[in-house]
């Protein structure tokens, strides 16, 4: 299992949600012909899920600011990444219907990134991952299969230039 991310920089012209959505879509491309060797990345949408069309290579995409970040497996995987904030944690945690004892946000921000997460999977998660990421972000990972997630999760990072480092 791969978590690939890139730090973008907003593009003069383009929306927010465009140069979100061109971050990620970025990494697919960059990391399916560089990292998974698919020659063709083209992407498919079935049921509201992006995926590549002519790979069996599994992605989720999350983006928050000016992060996007794309989770890969051979199983189904689901991703979400938050900026930890102060918001009102006890009224979102009502209405969403979370069980929060602390009312902090990595609690608030682990427990709704898990809740993105297994959305994007649109199966039922079997194994679960959340963890801080850079100080000020918290990313939960999942997918279908039985797995020690916090084991076998790489992570690279995308330069500007294309470069693919291991973090």
Same mark, same amino acid.
């Given at each position: 299992?791969?978590?690939?991310?890139?730090?973008? @920089?907003?593009?003069?012209?383009?929306?927010?949600?465009?140069?979100?959505?061109?971050?990620?879509?970025?990494?697919?491309?960059?990391?399916?012909?560089?990292?998974?060797? $698919?020659?063709? =990345?083209?992407?498919? *949408?079935?049921?509201? &899920?992006?995926?590549?069309?002519? @790979?069996?290579?599994?992605?989720?995409?999350?983006?928050?600011? /000016?992060?996007?970040?794309?989770?890969?497996? #051979?199983?189904?995987?689901?991703?979400? *990444?938050? &900026?930890?904030? /102060? +918001?009102?944690?006890?009224? $979102?945690?009502?209405?969403?219907?979370?069980?929060? &004892?602390?009312?902090?946000?990595?609690?608030?921000?682990?427990?709704?990134?898990?809740?993105?997460?297994?959305?994007?999977?649109? =199966?039922?998660?079997?194994? +679960?991952? =959340?963890? /801080?990421?850079?100080?000020?972000? *918290? $990313?939960?990972?999942? =997918?279908?299969?039985?797995?020690?997630?916090?084991?076998?999760? #790489?992570?690279?990072? $995308?330069?500007?230039?294309?470069? *693919?480092?291991? #973090?």
């Amino acid at each position: 299992m791969d978590l690939f991310y890139y730090y973008f @920089s907003d593009i003069e012209g383009q929306t927010p949600r465009e140069n979100e959505h061109n971050a990620g879509r970025f990494i697919i491309e960059h990391a399916g012909k560089n990292f998974y060797n $698919i020659k063709n =990345t083209e992407i498919e *949408i079935i049921n509201g &899920k992006p995926k590549y069309k002519y @790979s069996n290579t599994q992605f989720s995409i999350s983006h928050k600011g /000016n992060i996007a970040v794309v989770l890969f497996d #051979k199983n189904p995987v689901g991703v979400d *990444i938050e &900026k930890l904030q /102060n +918001r009102d944690f006890e009224a $979102i945690a009502k209405r969403m219907n979370f069980k929060l &004892k602390n009312h902090t946000p990595e609690e608030f921000y682990t427990c709704w990134t898990l809740y993105e997460a297994e959305y994007k999977l649109q =199966t039922t998660a079997k194994s +679960r991952y =959340t963890f /801080n990421f850079d100080k000020e972000y *918290i $990313i939960s990972a999942v =997918t279908s299969e039985q797995a020690e997630i916090e084991k076998i999760l #790489k992570i690279y990072e $995308i330069k500007q230039d294309g470069i *693919i480092s291991l #973090k």
